[in-house]
Nanobody, 123 residues
Framework: QVQLVESGGGLVQPGGSLRLSCAAS????????MGWYRQAPGKQRELVAV???????NYADSVKGRFTISRANAKNTVYLQMNSLKPEDTAVYYC?????????????????WGQGTQVTVSS
């Protein structure tokens, strides 16, 4: 299995910043993409940002210009720098990773989610 451990969530005031991190561990052969999703109460989970193995990225329109996703491949870690936070950014943020892992004498695909970390933006 591949396990994702998230950190960096918390309570911040509007306009503040947070940096989320997600570290992947396990018998990882490759990571195709890592991304961040979020889910607010009563709403569906939505894509926030994703970074692929070629370095390309995608962002939700609501966070463009404020959030930046980056990757440290040597540590199988992805970061989400969140600036100019707004109350509407309040949600549980989930890390996702997919790629290939080593399983016995073979490799197979994986698609793994973290446990989620709470981000609350409030005065």
């Amino acid at each position: 299995q591949v396990q994702l451990v998230e950190s960096g969530g918390g309570l911040v005031q509007p306009g503040g910043s947070l940096r989320l991190s997600c570290a992947a561990s396990g018998n990882i052969l490759s990571i195709n993409a890592m991304g961040w999703y979020r889910q607010a109460p009563g709403k569906q989970r939505e894509l926030v940002a994703v970074i692929r193995s070629d370095g390309s990225t995608n962002y939700a329109d609501s966070v463009k210009g404020r959030f930046t996703i980056s990757r440290a491949n040597a540590k199988n870690t992805v970061y989400l720098q969140m600036n100019s936070l707004k109350p509407e950014d309040t949600a549980v943020y989930y890390c996702n990773a997919n790629g290939h892992l080593i399983s016995g004498s073979f490799f197979k695909e994986y698609d793994t989610w973290g446990q989620g970390t709470q981000v609350t933006v409030s005065s």
